[in-house]
């Protein structure tokens, strides 16, 4: 579970690097928007699963990333 959540805190860092500029900076912003919007989806999908809460874990910042993303995303 750890290992997983761990995963999900890797994939907003994902999320804010390529919004920064600091991952695909060899892309075009077509290319960068669907990629954010693809780890945006899986994201979305994976906090409606009840585990995390259940668990304990804090889903704040990746709501806040998803938020986030999927605002650079459809811009």
């Known amino acids: 579970m750890d ?3 761990l995963s999900l805190l890797h994939t907003c860092d994902q999320i804010e690097n390529v919004i920064a500029g ?3 900076e060899h892309s075009t ?3 960068k928007k669907k990629q954010v919007g693809n780890m945006v989806m899986m ?3 994976e906090v409606l699963d009840t585990k995390w809460t259940e668990a304990g874990k804090d889903l704040t910042r990746i709501n806040e990333v998803i938020a986030t993303g999927r605002t650079y995303w459809k811009s």
């Open 29 to 31: 912003a077509e290319e």
């Open 22 to 24: 600091l991952k695909m």
């Open 3 to 5: 290992r997983d959540y």
């Open 43 to 45: 994201l979305e999908n």
